[in-house]
């Protein structure tokens, strides 16, 4: 089992930052591809971005390319999703997963995090 608890959302203008970060506790970290996915109001949850064990390899979703950059540290068992350029359609509840690879497919990822708000404003 592993237990995901993520963090850093909130409120920010369009054109902010944030950073969210998820901590991972329970089996070895090193053990998972981490992927972060998001759920729009009345939208499907969609995939945002993943990175592989080692955090040598990462994806992301056209919409984010160039503006979001996903991380990890092994040591501190948390994977991050820095968020710049914001933009009003990034609003969503934003989730973690931990999965056996790294890939854009939801059903592929066996443990979630309960989410976090991010909203951006206008």
């Known amino acids: 089992q592993v237990q995901l608890v993520e963090s850093g959302g909130g409120l920010v203008q369009a054109g902010g930052s944030l950073r969210l970060s998820c901590a991972a506790s329970?089996?070895?970290?090193?053990?998972?591809?981490m992927g972060w996915f998001r759920q729009a109001p009345g939208k499907e949850r969609e995939f945002v971005s993943a990175i592989t064990r080692s955090g040598s390899n990462t994806v992301y979703a056209d919409s984010v390319k160039g503006r979001f950059t996903i991380s990890r540290d092994n040591a501190k068992n948390t994977v991050y999703l820095q968020m710049n350029s914001l933009k009003p359609e990034d609003t969503a509840v934003y989730y973690c997963?931990?999965?056996?690879?790294?890939?854009?497919?939801?059903?592929?990822?066996?443990?979630w995090g309960q989410g976090t708000q991010v909203t951006v404003s206008s």
């Open positions: 329970g089996r070895p970290f090193t053990s998972y591809a």
């Open positions: 997963a931990a999965g056996w690879g790294m890939t854009m497919s939801q059903s592929d990822y066996n443990y």
